[in-house]
Antibody, heavy 121, light 110 residues
């Protein structure tokens, strides 16, 4: 059974930094593209970032480009999201998500339960 | 990067069929087969129900069907059931190597 467990969320002040982690199990992690998707309170889902199976390609939403960095450690079966220059509008539940394949096709087939990031003074 | 356009809400009675549209541009929906649909019940993780326009993951009911024409993709749910009441989202891969979500459509089963 595929399991994705996020951690690292919390309360941070505007302008601060935070790193989210996602630990995967139940599948061959290095075979799949991975993503971060967020859901702000009372709003819809927003794609944040994605990374291919081999880290050869990454993508970012315009709203986070230049502030967030996605990475993966296949040996640790882990996905990361380094977030800096955080803004109140980054407040959201952040999901770690797996693709059905190795490339960035946006086929989000397995989701974690999410970790909550709150940006507030 | 503007969100894909979905109707805010749709409704139908049990047993009826409904269709939800998802409109983008040639640089996303119209240019790629990578259109997916998700069902999202409050408090639960979203569930992939259609990928690559019209493919269903294993275990997803054949009452869910996807299609695309030009820059607009569509999700049709046949034989509505009470448990289908949820928020539905479309996504598309884009020419910028990003993924766009639609704004979401709330389905009410009357």
């Amino acid at each position: 059974e595929v399991q994705l467990v996020e951690s690292g969320g919390g309360l941070v002040q505007p302008g601060g930094s935070l790193t989210l982690s996602c630990t995967a199990s139940g599948f061959i992690f290095y075979d799949y593209a991975m993503y971060w998707v967020r859901e702000a309170p009372g709003k819809g889902l927003e794609w944040v970032s994605g990374i291919t199976w081999d880290s050869g390609r990454t993508g970012y939403a315009d709203s986070v480009k230049g502030r967030f960095t996605i990475s993966r450690d296949d040996a640790q079966k882990s996905l990361y999201l380094q977030m800096s220059s955080l803004r109140p509008e980054d407040t959201a539940l952040y999901y770690c998500v797996k693709d059905i394949s190795f490339d960035l096709g946006g086929r989000l087939d397995s989701w974690g339960q999410g970790t909550l990031v709150t940006v507030s003074s | 990067q503007s969100a894909l356009t979905q109707p805010a809400s749709v409704s139908g009675s049990p047993g009826q069929s409904i269709t939800i549209s998802c409109t983008g541009t040639i640089t996303d929906v119209g240019g790629y087969i990578y259109v997916s649909w998700y069902q999202h019940h409050p408090g639960k993780a979203p569930k992939l129900i259609i990928y690559e326009v019209n493919n269903r993951p294993s275990g997803v009911s054949n009452r869910f069907s996807g299609s695309k024409s030009g820059n607009t993709a569509s999700l049709t749910i046949f034989g509505l059931q009470p448990e289908d009441e949820a928020e539905y989202y479309c996504t598309s891969y884009t020419s910028d190597s990003t993924v766009l979500f639609g704004g979401g459509t709330k389905l009410t089963v009357l």
